[in-house]
């Protein structure tokens, strides 16, 4: 009975002193949460406000309503929205692909310049890309994509170097056993259907992580797209297009508000993205494969 | 169904590490080969050769007369049974299974036929429409074999496809390969490291040793005719008691002096010693516990030992004993043979006088470590 007891008092302190650790954990993941959302909250509580256009010294609209919005697709958004997703889409497309390829041949093959090109990609990536961007530029202008035809320069641009981006995969890869390969092949599968069939479906969290990186880098790209698209309305994409409305104190004044609007609804399919697609980041699908 | 035919094959890494030399084997069509050895011995490496998994650094296989150097495995029809079974952990048992055929586009209801045959015979169909990782690891094993069953393959490779499992089950399945092999009719290759199994699965056993064969024969032949010390100490358990001795011709006859006992040789052994000329010579001389006997008592032909260790095994008892120089001998008795004094008197430090007998000694050269017999 009293070792009953005391295995019983032990489980209760195991208990409690779970729940305690656990209640500070989420109080300190509340405050950074916090912390975190204010400009976003902020933002968007500005892009419901419509009693001024321009800044305030308050947060919550005195005034709510979609005016902003409503307004904001009557001027060039849609053009640069419309111009932003295609760029974002094409490279996400294109460079997972690439990514993945990469990845594979990396991780799988074994051919004499395997290691130095690796190396060889480590030294270049160390460059910041923002050192080859008057080149790139000149080069651009060379093949007339730049300004109102920046789209597919852009595009050129963003995809060119995917293929360094291999690491995160090549080392998922590298953890899914070879044997998956060797049994595949064995099973009468090409080097591509092993891909297409074994190893991809084991990677969902990777493919995914790729295309949301391929979708998310050119999506937020501010710098670089405004310098291929030399501010010409049709070649911007939504980032600069929004930042071209904060360019003077008039401008501003005017249209502060529907600059916040337009933020919320670039921020929007990426947040969906997210949310919907998170949930492939916790799933371990390798369980099985092997002895274990 | 087909013959493989391995000429003058090495592989060589890149770090000039070679791991099988001039490998030489003639495997006939619907033969069960067995390549053991102690790990490290290029076994796994040939097999990988053959399913085209590694590449061959110099000389050829053939399969079906054919010379698969540069076939893909896929182009190899060849069907594989990995030891860690390699099953695709995203797709059911029936996908695993049918993933060849759907390869091949085989008609779906032909796959459900073929699968589902597949299943009965290694007894899984309940399990067709699970994960593998909601299996245990003998269902897995059937699974992985199941998928080389359907494929019709020329030749059935299987890389350690029981080390993986615990031994009641290691021994279930061999008997079930042992009934697969009849069913399926078709060329095996089979390796492992563990001699039982190459014992009681191969009609040929080829031992391997660094990367050389060290001898090919029946499980009959490698047993009662070793050709050198390595094979006559890795094949049969517990091992094959090897210690220094001196062979000494008398006349016609030989006689071997070992532990201060004098024991003669006769019967084939003797026959065989004149015939390949054997003089007097110091020699390796190799026993086989089973072939020790226990003598009643001292005398010419007997060893002194000292008990040490005495293993019940409950038919037979084995026995861990030392001579007077100090070597470690086993000698293995069925329990039947002992009389009720004989099992009294199994205490450690008891002393027991062995012998041999004698047909059944083994004389290998020390040097070369060739069996001298058959040599």
């Known amino acids: ?292 | 169904m087909a013959s493989v035919k391995l000429t003058n094959v090495e592989k060589v890494y890149d770090n000039k590490v070679v791991a099988v030399h001039d490998f030489n084997l003639d495997i006939k069509d619907k033969e069960f080969i067995v390549f053991v050895g102690p790990s490290g011995c290029g076994k796994s490496t040939t097999l990988r050769m053959i399913a085209g998994l590694e590449e061959i650094s110099s000389g050829t296989v053939e399969i079906d007369g054919e010379v698969v150097n540069d076939l893909q495995p896929k182009d190899r029809d060849i069907a594989m049974v990995f030891q860690n079974y390699a099953l695709y952990p995203h797709m059911t048992v029936y996908d695993n299974i049918a993933f060849s055929l759907r390869l091949k586009k085989v008609p779906e209801d032909q796959i459900y036929e073929k699968v589902t045959w597949a299943a009965e015979i290694l007894g899984i169909t309940d399990y067709l429409l699970r994960k593998p990782r909601a299996l245990s690891g003998g269902q897995r094993q059937r699974v992985a074999i199941g998928r080389a069953m359907v494929r019709n393959s020329k030749v059935f490779l299987m890389d350690e496809p029981l080390s993986n499992l615990d031994a009641k089950l290691r021994n279930q399945m061999r008997a079930e390969i042992i009934l697969l092999r009849q069913r399926l009719d078709t060329t095996f290759i089979y390796v492992t490291h563990d001699q039982t199994e190459a014992m009681t699965l191969g009609d040929r056993i080829v031992i391997m040793k660094d990367g050389y064969i060290m001898q090919v024969g029946s499980p009959t032949e490698v047993f009662e005719r070793p050709a050198n010390l390595f094979v006559a100490e890795f094949i049969g358990a517990p091992k094959m008691n090897t210690f220094k001795a001196e062979l000494v011709k008398e006349g016609a006859g030989y006689f071997v002096k070992a532990f201060g006992a004098k024991l003669p040789v006769n019967g084939p052994n003797g026959e065989l010693l004149a015939k390949n000329g054997v003089g007097s010579r110091e020699v390796t001389l190799g026993a086989r516990p089973e072939h020790i006997v226990l003598a009643d008592a001292k005398a010419e032909n007997t060893i002194e030992t000292k008990l040490i260790v005495s293993e019940m095994m409950g038919s037979e008892v084995h026995l861990h004993v030392r001579t007077t120089d100090g070597t470690d001998l086993i000698v293995r008795v069925p329990t039947i043979q002992l009389s009720p004094a004989q099992r009294a008197n199994l205490q450690s430090g008891a002393t027991l006088y062995i012998t041999f007998e004698d047909k059944v000694m083994y004389f290998f050269d020390p040097e070369s470590q060739e069996n001298l017999l058959f040599h």
């Open chain 1, 1 to 292: 009975m009293s070792t009953n007891n005391t295995s019983m008092k032990k489980h209760m302190g195991l208990k409690a002193s779970t729940r305690l650790s656990n209640t500070a954990i989420y109080i300190i993941l509340v405050i950074i949460s916090v912390i975190w959302l204010i400009p976003f909250v902020c933002i968007v509580l500005q892009s419901f406000r419509v009693e001024s256009t321009w800044k305030v010294g308050y947060v919550i609209p005195q005034q709510w309503g979609l005016d902003n919005y409503v307004k904001l697709f009557q001027t060039n958004f849609p053009r640069w929205y419309a111009n932003t997703f295609i760029i974002a889409l094409v490279v996400a497309a294109v460079q997972t692909v690439i990514v993945l390829c990469m990845s594979y041949t990396l991780s799988r093959f074994r051919f004499k310049l395997r290691k130095p090109l690796m190396q060889f990609m480590l030294v270049l990536g160390m460059f910041p890309g923002i050192l080859g961007m008057i080149i790139l530029y000149r080069v651009l202008a060379d093949l007339n994509l730049v300004g109102a035809n920046s789209l597919p320069g852009l595009i050129l641009v963003y995809v060119a170097s995917s293929g360094m981006g291999y690491y995160v995969s090549k080392g998922f890869f590298d953890t899914l056993p070879k044997s998956l390969d060797e049994a595949a092949r064995v099973d009468g599968a090409t080097r591509a259907q092993v891909l297409t069939k074994i190893i991809l479906p084991l990677s969902k969290p990777i493919v995914i992580y790729t295309i949301l990186t391929g979708f998310m880098g050119p999506w937020g790209d501010f710098v670089f797209a405004r310098y291929v698209s030399q501010l010409k309305p049709l070649g911007m994409n939504a980032a600069v297009g929004l930042q071209s409305w904060l360019a003077t104190d008039t401008m501003t004044h005017d249209y502060y508000t529907m600059f916040c609007a337009g933020g919320v609804v670039v921020a929007l399919p990426v947040a969906l993205l997210f949310m919907c697609l998170q949930r492939y980041y916790v799933e371990g699908v390798t369980g099985g494969a092997v002895k274990g």
